[in-house]
């Protein structure tokens, strides 16, 4: 599928002359101003901090509606694959575009399986961060490394995509699950063959020598669920990255990687880790709800409501809903009573109400309610945004792929509009006041 260049074009007038851009339209309705020949024909480029209005490529991945609240991976509604599916069968369609039939999803997970295991020499690498070190730091550094031990694929990855691709999802699990283990000090669980992805998942975490941990089916579909909803989100600030670094010819586990760093920060997939650290700073508090809604309107004070807001939707964030009312489910089957859940309602039925957060279109984002579900179920808050990554890793690879895939890509390279000194004499050191 590709975009369509509309009859009509747009005017820009720029000194008296005016200058023709070709709009085109995307399947759903999506308007673009096409500017590639911009500064070609008139010597401007468009100037847009942050690329609030910037269009970086075109994409048949996901489909977002921030002012409908309507989120699709591959054409499908996320309330339908959130509810349905297995977090792999989504996988698989972000990889290769259409839900798998029952031969292919079984071959799919066979090869999740197959690939399980990490390289034993990368277990060694473990060893030699501090106890207390990031998760993520931890991940993105066994990421980066996967192309040292699997060249072979980085040569040419679109050749060998499904095994890459398959290899990548199946040991970001294992290394995320490790990474727990000997921050706190357990010994390593293994993968085994007969338990699903996030069964496996479970079990590497939360398995010990001395008592043999129970995958639970209820647990296992509220992972699966958290995942689905995580697993695609167009070109936010880490899709972008993978895109970016992609672009200049790196392997993917570098570009991975490099996603992966970008999703680390509280403004991004950071906000769920930091979402229960205020939620548990409000509940110390007092609850003092009016102190802290005081604090995120005041502009003058670097405190916000983390958790709320979102750069595309600007109505309650479908992902948001979803997770809502599975958090409720899972703390309800759990006999989970989590104070920091009423603080979360109490927040959010405050901030709906308040004429700050209703100006400014600010709803609870996915990161909201997530944190509160990964706690009921024992994973640390160090290791949240980490499952954020299990999660996104299949979207970013798809992005990746869509990427290679394009023949319009070209090295991504934003322009600038210099705001430094013009040009000055040198000064030879001796002359130098
Ligand atoms: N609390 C208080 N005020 C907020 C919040 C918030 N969470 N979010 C935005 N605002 C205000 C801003 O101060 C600004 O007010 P102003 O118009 O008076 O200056 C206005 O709303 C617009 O905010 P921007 O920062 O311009 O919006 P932007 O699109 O750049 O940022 C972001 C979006 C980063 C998500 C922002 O809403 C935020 O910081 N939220 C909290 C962090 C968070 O939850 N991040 C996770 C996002 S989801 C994800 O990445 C997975």
């Given at each position: ?40 024909e ?5 100037l ?14 996901t489909y ?25 069968e989504v ?12 031969a ?21 690498f ?18 980066n ?6 060249p ?7 050749e ?49 020598p ?5 995958v639970?089916?209820e ?6 669920k ?8 167009e ?10 670094v ?44 009016e ?28 992902r ?41 279109n ?6 909201f ?8 179920l024992?994973?640390?808050s ?15 690879i798809?992005?990746w ?7 319009a ?20 050191l001796?002359?130098?006041?």
């Amino acid at each position: 599928m590709t975009y369509t260049t509309t009859a009509s074009a747009a005017e820009l007038k720029i000194n008296g002359k005016t200058y023709h851009l070709p709009l085109v339209e995307g399947t759903m309705g999506d308007k673009a101003i096409d500017i590639s020949n911009l500064l070609r024909e008139t010597g401007y480029i468009t100037l847009d901090s942050g690329y609030k209005n910037t269009g970086s490529c075109t994409s048949s991945v996901t489909y977002l509606d921030g002012r409908g609240g309507i989120l699709r991976y591959r054409g499908y509604d996320i309330e339908d694959l959130a509810k349905n599916c297995l977090f792999v069968e989504v996988a698989y369609l972000l990889l290769h575009g259409k839900l798998p039939n029952a031969a292919e999803l079984e071959a799919f997970k066979q090869l999740i399986g197959r690939f399980a295991l990490i390289h034993e020499d990368m277990i060694h690498f473990f060893d030699h961060f501090p106890s207390h070190a990031s998760p993520m730091s931890i991940l993105s550094v066994m990421v980066n490394s996967l192309c040292n031990f699997y060249p072979e694929m980085s040569a040419n990855p679109l050749e060998d995509f499904d095994e890459t691709s398959t290899r990548l999802i199946s040991k970001i699990r294992t290394i995320a699950a490790f990474s727990y283990k000997k921050s706190i000090g357990h010994p390593l669980v293994y993968p085994r063959h007969d338990l699903c992805y996030c069964g496996n998942f479970l079990h590497m975490m939360f398995d010990k020598p001395v008592r043999p941990y129970t995958v639970r089916p209820e647990i296992v579909t509220a992972l699966n669920k958290l995942l689905i909803l995580h697993a695609d989100h167009e070109q936010n600030c880490s899709t972008s990255t993978v895109r970016l670094v992609g672009s200049a010819g790196v392997n993917i586990y570098a570009a991975i990687a490099a996603g992966i760093n970008a999703l680390w920060g509280p403004l991004h997939g950071g906000a769920n880790e930091a979402v229960l650290d205020m939620l548990e700073t409000i509940y110390a508090d007092d609850s003092n709800f009016e102190k802290y809604i005081n604090k995120a309107k005041d502009r003058n004070d670097p405190f916000r409501l983390t958790g709320f807001g979102h750069r595309v939707y600007k109505t309650y964030d479908p992902r948001a809903k979803i997770i809502k009312k599975a958090c409720d489910e899972i703390l309800r089957v759990l006999n989970v009573s989590d104070p920091l859940l009423d603080i979360a309602y109490k927040l959010e039925e405050i901030a709906l109400h308040d004429e700050y957060f209703i100006e400014r279109n600010l709803y609870p984002n996915v990161d909201f309610y997530s944190g509160i579900i990964y706690r009921a179920l024992g994973i640390p808050s160090n290791m949240f945004t980490v499952m954020f990554a299990l999660g996104r890793l299949p979207g970013w690879i798809a992005q990746w792929k869509e990427m290679h895939e394009d023949p319009a890509t070209r090295i991504g390279r934003p322009r600038q509009v210099y705001i430094g000194e013009p040009a000055r004499k040198f000064i030879p050191l001796a002359e130098r006041p």
